[in-house]
């Protein structure tokens, strides 16, 4: 086999060089260990894994074994290379025994060792190169001479015949001084490279610390959505069990009524046979002294309780609860919600109160996360967007788009009021409250009664908090502002729903001690 040939069967078909520490596949074919580990690694988490050459698919990461035969070859190869290389050219003058050439003279079309390079003459037009056996492929194809200059314009290497006929008028650099300015740009195109090589390598780092990461996070979020959904069939298990029951539980009913029907009927049938026979008798004697006369002439003992059973039987339309089967599916439909939301959104809005803002009697922390109702006039400066007649105040971020949530911890408070607004709600007077007004939404306690509040209706909440921790949920684009209770598991508590004009704010409201923003973030 010709070298050329044996190298072209030692080449990695993956960096085209010859291998280095060869490695075989399943199928056969043969890499670089560095070469096939690199692909390998690009190959991780899409489905499989496939050899580069001929595309068979592996499911699980193949295993690499080192083909020593290979390797043996290979080594071979290289070492017996320099010598080859070496005489690959020799000096034309040396006839008698082949000597390597060290360098060609393409004037002469002749390669010289070191005895004859001595001897060369040294004149310009005597064109020295590396040894070469193409010295065509170094001139001119038309003027047949030397290539001594480099055109800019047509980026190509023309003889000096050439600079003064077709090429004439164009930018020229000498041969070697393109060759450096070219190797330059190549070095300068190998750092960008290197650069964008070194940036990438970041890049599928910082990808795979995030996926760790992201699987770490991976098995508490299985977690908590097993538990959830088990929760949900669990509701929906009770609640089909409560209506099979309802269901089967009416016709029980009414068999358990014709049973007490039918003993009552044997007794009336009894006492009419007595009363007949009393009445057939010709003795006055025993018929006066019959002692239960009161008893069987009682025909009218529980019949209303038997009309009124008797009308409630007819008139049942099932005996299905349905108030508390619609509850029961309303409470599911919110466990569905919090499942959504929880894919939704990462965290909590990060919402810092406006100073601004604050009525004279709101003091707000220096952290702006929370607001005290003082009795003292705080002496604010005046601003256009302060509230004057409500304790109440805007945060500093606008939400006019997406899905975001923020919470407030109300434990220290009796009297407050959460929410959302426009910003061109009111400054001045009770038409300023939140929820007193079109632009604005809110949650409200006063006097231990609990209400949502919208364009001045106030809507009572059949039960209060569980917690002393409130979430409001907003979702822009459905036009949906919802409140939750948090506790466990978290309750839904009411959603408004609209269509948004307006960048929306939250808006905290308190007449008695201080309620705060939640910092840390809770998952939904």
């Known amino acids: 086999m010709a070298s050329g040939d044996l190298r072209a069967e030692l080449e990695c078909s993956i960096c085209l060089n010859i291998y280095t520490d060869p490695v075989t596949l399943k199928c056969g074919h043969n890499f670089c260990r560095v070469c096939i580990d690199r692909v390998l690694d690009t190959q991780e988490g899409s489905g499989g894994y496939s050899c580069p050459e001929c595309r068979e698919k592996f499911p699980d990461l193949p295993a690499l074994h080192r083909n020593i035969t290979l390797r043996n070859i290979v080594e071979n190869f290289l070492s017996a290379q320099p010598d080859q290389e070496e005489s690959g050219v020799f000096c034309t003058h040396c006839v008698d025994s082949p000597v390597p050439a060290v360098r060609s003279c393409l ?16 004149s310009p037009e005597h064109f020295l190169c590396d040894p070469t056996l193409s010295m065509e492929s170094r001139k001119c194809s038309v003027h047949k001479k030397i290539l001594e200059y480099y055109c800019t314009e047509d980026e190509t290497c023309v003889c000096k015949f050439c600079v003064t006929g077709e090429h004439r008028g164009h930018q020229m650099d000498i041969m070697d001084e393109a060759f450096e300015k070219k190797k330059e740009t190549l070095r300068n195109v190998l750092q960008k490279l290197l650069t964008k090589r070194e940036e990438t390598e970041e890049r599928v780092q910082s990808l795979q610390e995030h996926r760790r990461k992201v699987e770490e996070e991976a098995a508490g979020d299985t977690e908590r959505v097993t538990a959830l959904f088990s929760d949900l069939r669990r509701h929906l298990e009770d609640l089909e069990k409560r209506v099979l029951r309802e269901i089967s539980g009416r016709a029980e009913r009414i068999s358990i009524s014709i049973r007490d029907l039918e003993i009552k009927k044997e007794e009336l049938s009894r006492k009419m046979r007595h009363i007949e026979e009393l009445c057939n008798m010709t003795d006055p004697l025993t018929v006066l002294r019959e002692s239960d006369t009161g008893d069987l002439c009682d025909t009218e003992d529980g019949d209303n309780e038997d009309r009124e059973r008797h009308e409630e039987l007819l008139h049942d339309g099932g005996g299905l609860d349905v108030v508390g089967i619609s509850n029961t599916l309303h409470t599911l439909s919110h466990i569905i919600t919090e499942v959504n939301v929880y894919f939704y959104i990462q965290g909590a809005a990060d919402i810092l109160l406006d100073g601004n803002t604050a009525c004279k009697n709101i003091q707000i922390s220096d952290d702006g996360k929370t607001v005290s109702w003082l009795s003292k006039n705080q002496n604010h400066p005046e601003t256009p967007e302060r509230f004057k007649s409500c304790p109440q105040v805007l945060s500093s971020q606008s939400f006019s788009s997406g899905r975001h949530y923020w919470e407030v911890d109300v434990g220290e408070s009796d009297e407050w009021r959460v929410g959302m607004c426009y910003p061109s709600i009111e400054r001045v007077g009770l038409q300023s409250a939140i929820g007193r007004n079109k632009k604005s939404w809110g949650l409200d306690r006063e006097r231990n ?72 973030r809770r998952e939904m």
């Open 107 to 122: 004037l002469c079309e002749v390669s010289l060792c070191e005895k004859h390079l001595r001897v060369h003459k040294k």
């Open 449 to 520: 009664q609990y209400k949502v509040i919208h364009d001045n209706v106030d809507t009572p909440l059949p039960t209060n908090l569980f917690s002393n921790r409130v979430r409001i949920y907003l979702d822009y684009e459905a036009g949906q502002i919802s409140f939750y209770d948090l506790c466990d598991p978290i309750r839904h508590l009411h959603t408004f729903t609209t269509t948004f004009t307006e960048p929306l704010h939250a808006v905290l409201g308190v007449w008695k001690g201080c309620i705060k923003i939640c910092g840390e």
